[in-house]
C-alpha cells in the first residue's frame, strides 16, 4: 500500500477557522497487486 499525507496551512485567517489548528490534512492511500514475470528468454 503506498499512502501520501500533505498538511495545508491557509494563507487567509477567513479559511483557516473552518480547519481544526487553521491547519487541513489531505491523505490518500491506494494498493496494487505486484505480480512477478517470467525471465525474459536469452
Known sequence: ???ATY???PVT???SKF???GVYTFSVS???KN???PPPAS
Do not use: H, P, R
Request: net charge negative.
Open 30 to 32: 491506494t494498493t496494487f
Open 7 to 9: 498538511t495545508w496551512n
Open 13 to 15: 485567517a477567513l479559511v
Open 1 to 3: 500500500m503506498i499512502t
Open 35 to 37: 505480480e512477478s514475470f
Open 19 to 21: 480547519f481544526n489548528n
